[in-house]
């Protein structure tokens, strides 16, 4: 009514709305107490978002709840801070997970093959030494796949394969039961399986799965993970 100017309607519009008029003053009395939560509000945000700016706005609720009690003496509930975030558009930004620190967690689990073969991949026969290893894969907006290969150590040939979206035992397991497909059945007597010393490959479902093939199985002497490069099958790391 104050915006538009109108005058002496107060009454017919309160009809109109089906409110009274005694309640309509009052709510006007009550506009300034209303609006204190709204200028606290705006004083909060503003000390939040000092925070959230100073972390490059990659720090949530609970962070910054810490950081105000830490550093500026200001303790806040950290709902209240969620809310106050939500109310000024400020959106934590979401960490990608790092798929070289998940290779390191997954091939740290089990250190207990020797490595007999040393470096000497090429042994001067087909089909008696193969090379296995997982490297990651990305595509589209930040999203990763897992791929795991058998080569040859004489030829450099990839016999098998396997692009799994996890780091579960299975990617192992399936890559193993297609080098047995293209092997069919016919594996060197003296056949060595090389790989590093990640979990996949000195997990005892997998060590099993190895001997009950044919195959001895040899790790590297030190495992790599958490400094592996991307790996390309064409070549050994």
Not at 98 to 118: F, S, V, W
Not at 226 to 234: D, F, L, V, Y
């Amino acid at each position: 009514m104050r915006a538009y100017g109108l005058k002496r309607m107060t009454r017919y519009l309160c009809e109109l709305l089906e409110v009274s008029p005694s309640g309509y003053y009052r709510w006007i009395g009550a506009e300034e107490q209303r609006q204190l939560p709204t200028a606290a509000d705006e004083r909060d945000i503003l000390i939040i978002k000092q925070h959230f700016d100073a972390l490059r706005g990659k720090a949530g609720a609970l962070v910054i709840k810490m950081r105000l009690e830490q550093l500026s003496g200001v303790v806040m509930n950290h709902k209240k801070i969620r809310r106050l975030m939500r109310k000024a558009g400020l959106v934590a930004a979401i960490r990608q997970a790092n798929p070289y620190r998940k290779m390191a967690k997954a091939t740290q689990e089990h250190m207990t093959c020797p490595n007999l073969l040393g470096r000497i991949f090429n042994q001067g026969e087909p089909e008696k030494v193969f090379l296995t290893d997982i490297t990651f894969l990305r595509y589209g907006s930040g999203h990763w796949a897992y791929l795991s290969c058998v080569k040859d150590g004489a030829t450099r040939q990839i016999l098998a394969d396997c692009v799994a979206a996890t780091l579960e035992l299975r990617i192992v397991e399936r890559t193993l039961q297609r080098l047995l497909e293209q092997l069919d059945g016919n594996i060197h007597p003296e056949a060595i399986l090389h790989s590093d010393q990640g979990m996949h490959y000195t997990h005892p479902k997998t060590r099993l799965l190895i001997a009950e093939a044919g195959f001895s199985s040899r790790c590297r002497a030190k495992a790599i993970a958490g400094t592996m490069p991307p790996w390309n099958p064409s070549s050994v790391t």
